[in-house]
């Protein structure tokens, strides 16, 4: 817990929020942060990728897998990981978000279809015989908004009928090392 007070300090006053909210942000170099809201008996990550595209393409049985490669956007990924079962062989269980965002990134807002212009995805990976893959997210509310010079904020709502999902939302502010553009 002492360790991490400064962190926790740290991440506050580096998040700290400024008159200037028109400003958009642009990543400079890909980083990985702790979620703060995550599904129980787990841990989330978030991992912005700049410069970087996304592709989604589809295997010799019809299973679509992500291609990341180089490019003008960021990818924004967001991964929960079940604590795997002590004791227990393929137990390990993860589900992941991909999403395709422009490389300067600003306030944002799309539901259903329109989830599609950003090319969301949801991954499943599990032992789970015949659920899972990634499939592309078309029914939820997405909406990325400023929360401070150096923060944006991720509002993220959504259903899957595919398969069964633990993450059905993505509430998370994130701090990004940012060349501040106007």
Known sequence: MKKLLPLLLLLI????????????????EAFLIN??????NGTCTIELLPNKSLEFKKDEFGNSYPVISEGNKT???YVY?????PNTQDSNYTELVFAELDSTI????????ALQDI?????????????TGYYPIKNGNF???????????????FKIDEVPQLVSK??????VKSNETK
Do not use: M, W, Y
Not at 35 to 40: F, H, I, M
Not at 170 to 175: G, H, L, Q, S
């Open 13 to 28: 006053v580096s998040c700290k929020s400024t008159k200037n909210t028109n400003a958009a942000f642009e990543a400079k």
């Open 143 to 157: 909406k990325i908004s400023k929360a401070s010079k150096k923060a944006f904020k991720i509002d993220f709502n």
């Open 75 to 77: 990818i924004f990924k």
């Open 106 to 113: 600003s306030a944002k807002k799309l539901t259903n279809e």
């Open 170 to 175: 993505i509430n998370e502010t994130v701090c």
């Open 119 to 131: 090319k969301l995805h949801f991954g499943r990976l599990c032992f789970c015989k015949g659920q």
């Open 81 to 85: 990981a079940k604590n795997p079962l």
């Open 35 to 40: 979620a703060t809201n995550c599904p129980e």
